[in-house]
């Protein structure tokens, strides 16, 4: 597709989308005489604090609707002026009309929640005006005084229950004398009194044991509270039970059956008893994840801390848990059942990224075993194969290739620690794991390089609590081959890059130790208002270096010091990524994010002779689908970099993606995200907007990278900026999402002319400066828009 008509197609999409917006406000012209349509609700007379909980009380139906969505639902609708009669399309949002009952309903659940709120003699009255079939909605309050507690007291007979109340009750409650009553903190009240109970042996409590009373004086404007825990009928005390001693896990096979099988069946220790119909499952890794230890009181927190151990384990489709009481004591006999997933699944990804000049895809595939050794351990074998044409100059989808990669690794997953010194085996935050993994990955850009790296390691994860998660590699094993063609090599050689040829065009041998932290990974599918972290940090070759002086490890003829005739590398690398996520109300979210790196190179990474620097892999790149999305991955920078300083024509294209990468890097995002309607093709279909920054950069001024190295006096100019909108498509499982990014500010010119978004509105200006751009970086064409299609969020 040629750019000028990629542009009217983007161009005509935002005159259609103005159409829809503008469409809404002519909305009434489809309603009878006696309808009208909601234009604007108030709420006022609320105390601010409370005037957002209190708007949640005003029936949905009659609050405004969304422009956007009332002119969706208009457009497939409506006919000859009128809606339409009978079947209803499923797309945007109908119009909210004018109901008086609703509006008295939200008059009486406004006043009722004051109440509950602590203003007892609140009063809400309702006003409703009626102007050119558009209707307006004030609701007013009179709040009045608020009233505050002057005593809490309590009545509990239970001597036991008393006393556990009376250690705990300081870690839960929300009543203390001088605050204002709040039904909520009542409420709070009785759910911490009731899980506490629960949770220290309390088996057969039910709320309804707690009654709380509420007496109010009107003329003083205070009320005491009283919380009484009645006994049971008939009884003296609460029963009290425990853990009994055996413990019966029933392990279904996959279709649920257990008739007509016989089972695996054997105790671990005398606590545990199985039996398992699936002939799948080693018994003593499963007890590991059952907390109802024998003698100890029935515990709600220990039940649903087994409950998720045994979900984390990846293994299990369904489980319930379900007691008996022992008729001679006070026990509890435990059964749990359990019907595992299927041992084997897989599972294909793909996406496609494209522009007028170069497309291609990447396709992959997941297999899963999810448990191979009967311990809940998980293989994963994974492939992906990527490839991209180059289209310039042709009208062919499919032109030649320009680079194509295929990779391929395995995962060992074993729910525990492997580790030479003693840790708990129960362990009560989240399942630990450790991982072995092997990857191989072949890269070839025809005509210009080629690449083999082969990796291996083991890798640490556990949980330090449901928030934060620690990771640590302390065993990373990387072979590289890297080599160019030698054709090119000689030519670049010839021309004076010799930089690239010491980067690219090496073997090498590292021996590395990862560790990462991550803060809030769980909250990321949610609309709270919280931040997200993750920070890694990459050390490689210290251990080398070290033992190089006492081993007298050999040098070659560059200086560098060789292991088995390789070199190895010797360098820190970190890099942040971190995000704010603020819920904008319904499924509304504005994220910030904001993601800097530097990797730092010494010691035997440097040799004894020129500066050499680490290999293409060690280094960062900017743009691509999650970065600054105007750009397509590894074409921005570094610096202030232009690749029209690559002499030759030849090299320029050859060095494609392999000359624009940086030890310094600095990527932000601001994007907006909505929800457009509920239902898309039996998907919701939901929207972004979002604006991108960033670059990366070189640590040291080099011939071969003008403008590329770092300096704070020149860090606004070097700064690149995109923005663009897009499209999500989420079908629960997975979202399908397209974006669409446009350059606002390249940094690779100089002055004003980095602001190219001002040749983006201009048919003739676009092809004069792309003609230009084509004239001095060719075979590099312009392109002022990027498309990216992948599935999942970019952050």
């Known amino acids: ?74 457009m497939f609708n409506t006919k000859d002026g009128k809606y339409r009669t009978g079947r209803v399309r499923n797309v945007g949002e109908a119009p909210h009309l004018l109901d008086s009952s609703l509006v008295d309903i939200s008059t009486r659940e406004i006043q009722k929640f004051l109440v509950y709120k602590g203003y007892f003699n609140a009063r809400v009255k309702s006003e409703i005006e009626v102007k050119n079939k558009k209707a307006y909605i004030s609701f007013t309050a009179e709040q009045g005084p608020a009233f505050n507690i002057r005593n809490f007291t309590y009545d509990i007979p239970d001597t036991s229950v008393r006393a556990l109340y009376e250690k705990n009750r300081a870690g839960f409650t929300r009543i203390r004398s001088g605050n204002r009553y709040d039904a909520d903190s009542v409420m709070y009240e009785i759910n911490g009194t009731y899980d506490i109970l629960k949770d220290n042996g309390y088996y057969d409590f039910v709320k309804q044991y707690i009654h709380v009373n509420v007496d109010s004086n009107l003329s003083s404007g205070r009320v005491d509270v009283k919380m009484n825990i009645y006994n049971p009928p008939g009884k003296a005390a609460h029963p009290k039970y425990y853990f009994n001693k055996k413990t019966v896990m029933e392990i279904r096979n996959s279709s649920g059956r257990v008739r007509g099988v016989v089972p695996d069946s054997g105790w671990v220790g005398d606590k545990f008893f199985f039996r398992d119909y699936s002939h799948r499952f080693r018994f003593k890794p499963l007890s590991r994840y059952m907390f109802m230890d024998y003698g100890a009181p029935y515990s709600v927190k220990k039940e649903n801390l087994t409950y998720d151990r045994l979900y984390e384990l990846n293994v299990f489709r369904s489980l319930k848990i379900e007691y008996e009481k022992d ?122 390089f080629r690449n083999r790296l082969f990796i291996n390691s083991i890798t640490y994860d556990w949980m330090q609590d449901r928030n934060k998660l620690h990771s640590l590699t302390p065993v990373n094993i990387e072979y590289r081959d890297g080599r160019l063609d030698p054709e090119f090599r000689d030519s670049i050689r010839q021309l004076g890059y010799e930089a690239y040829i010491r980067t690219n065009d090496r073997r090498y041998f590292n021996l590395g130790s990862i560790y990462s932290f991550t803060y809030n990974a769980n909250k990321l599918n949610s609309y709270d208002n919280f931040f997200y972290f993750r920070g890694l940090a990459d050390l490689g070759g210290n251990t080398l270096g070290i033992l190089a002086n006492v081993l007298k490890l050999k040098k070659d003829t560059a200086g560098f010091r060789t292991l088995a005739g390789l070199k190895y590398l010797q360098y820190a690398k970190t890099e942040i990524d971190f995000r704010f996520y603020k819920h904008m109300g319904g499924e509304r979210q504005l994220v910030a994010r904001i993601n800097p790196g530097v990797v730092y190179a010494y010691g035997n990474t440097y040799g004894s002779t020129d500066s050499v620097g680490l290999p293409y892999e060690r280094n960062f790149y900017a743009g691509g689908f999650s970065g600054v999305r105007a750009w397509q991955a590894r074409t921005l920078g570094p610096g202030n970099y232009n690749r029209r300083d690559i002499q030759s024509e030849e090299a320029r294209k050859n060095l494609t993606y392999l000359d624009q990468y940086g030890e310094i890097k600095l990527e932000g995002n601001i994007e907006y995200r909505f929800k457009i309607m509920n239902n898309f093709l039996g998907a919701k279909l939901k929207g972004a907007t979002f604006t991108d920054f960033g670059n990366v950069w070189r640590l040291h001024r080099t011939k071969d990278f003008r403008g590329g190295e770092f300096r704070f006096d020149k860090f606004l100019d070097q700064l690149a900026l995109g923005a663009g909108a897009g499209l999500r498509i989420d079908v629960q499982y997975f979202v399908f ?35 230009e751009y084509l004239r001095t970086n060719a075979p590099d064409r312009y392109r002022f828009l990027q498309y990216n299609f992948g599935i999942g969020l970019p952050f």
């Open 1 to 74: 597709m040629k750019a000028y008509s990629t542009f009217r197609i983007f161009f005509a999409a935002s005159i259609l989308f103005l159409t829809v917006i503008l469409g809404g406000c002519s909305a009434t012209r489809y309603l009878n005489e006696d309808q009208a349509l909601v234009k604007n609700v108030k709420l006022e007379g609320v105390d601010k604090e409370l005037k957002e909980a209190a708007s949640l009380y005003i029936q949905k139906d009659i609050q405004p609707n969304s422009r956007f969505n009332l002119a969706l639902y208009n």
């Open 737 to 771: 999402r397209l974006d669409v990014g446009a350059k606002i500010k390249d940094p690779q010119f100089t002055g004003s002319d980095q602001w190219v978004v001002k040749h983006l509105f201009s048919r003739s200006e676009r092809s004069d400066f792309k003609a």
């Open 327 to 448: 008729p001679d004591s006070s026990s509890l006999n435990v059964r749990i059942e359990t019907t595992p997933l299927k041992r084997m699944s897989n599972r294909v990804e793909g996406e496609y990224t494209f522009n007028s000049g170069r497309n291609g895809f990447n396709l992959g595939n997941t297999y899963t075993n999810r448990n191979l050794f009967g311990g809940a351990e998980q293989l994963d074998i994974k492939f992906r194969y990527g490839i991209l044409f180059d289209t310039q100059g042709g009208r062919k989808i499919w032109g030649n290739v320009f680079n194509r990669e295929f990779q391929i690794g395995a995962n060992l997953i074993i729910p525990r620690l492997l580790v030479p010194f003693g840790i708990p085996s129960k362990i009560s935050t989240a399942i630990p794991h450790t991982t072995f993994s092997s990857s191989m990955q072949v890269f070839d850009q025809p005509g210009a």
